[in-house]
């Protein structure tokens, strides 16, 4: 079962009030959305939304003796008609904890590890039309170079787009180990700790997922919906979705711009956040142990700022809570 990443970490800085309405845009196997139902109690609120349906099975059983949780089938991109649909007009915390889980991971059907056979599917919504075999089999040489290099930071992403598409001139690709194997003869084998279609099972599994679009959208509809107060967290797993979190709560806590003619003007999309944690917080050495999977996990959180803060660009301390990650 899925073990939540940083879930300490997490909770304390959500600081989510009893009686509090929470979403959890990434319920995965429960365990943050556990925690999160405990700290707003009966009377408070979980959505508890994941775009897996088994996932959203597993979900209905945990918790189907607390009322307080709303499990839902879904993306977090569509978070604003989910919120809306459910009744929740505004959000006191909202978590995304980005990826696969170890679910997903350790069934070889689903397709996402290169270490088990299986299909070539990654899709985490198993409605959804693309799969990463059609990615694989049809997707120009040039496309795939692209997706390799930008959603896998793959620094030979010809290389392996071109061994690919040499191989399906054979025969279709369909499975995890036979594509794992393409991309590891296409780099000379395995060298280091990481194996060599590491990354190339991650740009695709990102392309099948449109997860960058996701992400996008999420960011925009989480931060539109919280309350002044409000904290949104974000768990990330590598660095372009770091960058992506970063940027996107970098607009919304805004900076001054000096003006030519002397004084200085607030930039800053709307609504105005703090930040919660000025560096991402990342695991420590006893939970890399224990969970490997937490080593490259960062951690951002943002506050909805209340009123009028347009001159106000240092960390958030609205509800009495203090910046817990100066530096
Ligand atoms: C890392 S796991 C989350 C684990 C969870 N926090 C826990 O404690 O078990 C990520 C989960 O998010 C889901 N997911 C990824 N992208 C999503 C999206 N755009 N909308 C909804 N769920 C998504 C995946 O299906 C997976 O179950």
């Known amino acids: 079962m899925h073990v939540p990443v940083m879930l300490a970490e997490v909770i304390e800085r959500l600081a989510v009030p009893v009686g509090g309405i929470c979403i959890d845009g990434t319920s ?17 609120r979980v959505l508890a939304i994941d775009q897996d349906a088994d996932a959203v099975a597993r979900l209905r059983a945990r918790f189907s003796t607390q009322p307080a949780c709303v499990v839902v089938h879904g993306s977090f991109a569509e978070m604003a008609e989910i919120a809306a649909r459910h009744g929740v007009v505004a959000a006191d915390g909202i978590l995304l904890d980005l990826g696969v889980s170890s679910d997903q991971l350790d069934t070889p059907e689903r397709g996402f590890s290169f270490m088990r056979d299986g299909p070539l599917d990654m899709r985490m ?32 992403a010809a290389r392996v787009a071109r061994a690919v598409e040499r191989a399906r001139a054979e025969k279709r690709l369909t499975g ?61 797993f590598h660095s372009i979705e770091d960058r992506a979190v970063k940027s996107r709560f970098a607009a919304h806590v805004g900076r001054w711009e000096s003006l030519q ?34 080593r490259s996990a960062k951690l951002r959180v943002v506050e909805r700022l209340g009123g009028n803060e347009s001159h106000v660009s240092g960390d958030a301390g609205a509800r009495g809570r203090e910046s817990q990650d100066g530096g």
């Open 125 to 156: 919504n198993r409605s959804a039309e693309t799969t990463a075999e059609a990615i694989v089999n049809t997707w120009s040489a040039a496309a795939l170079t692209d997706a390799l290099r930008v959603y896998g930071e793959e620094p030979r």
């Open 28 to 44: 995965g196997g429960g365990g943050h959305t556990a925690e999160l139902l405990a700290r707003v109690g009966a009377h408070g």
């Open 261 to 294: 003619q002397g004084g200085q003007v607030w930039r800053g999309e709307t609504p105005a956040l703090g930040r919660i944690t000025r560096k991402p917080v990342v695991a420590d050495g006893a939970e890399v142990e224990a969970n490997p999977r937490a």
């Open 176 to 236: 995890t180990l036979e594509l794992a194997e393409i991309v590891s003869r296409a780099l000379g084998g395995r060298r280091g700790p990481t194996h060599p279609a590491t990354r190339t099972f991650q740009a695709l599994r990102m392309a099948v997922n449109r997860e960058m679009e996701s992400l996008e959208t999420g960011l925009e509809a989480g931060i539109a919906l919280l309350k002044p107060g409000g904290r949104m967290a974000v768990i990330t």
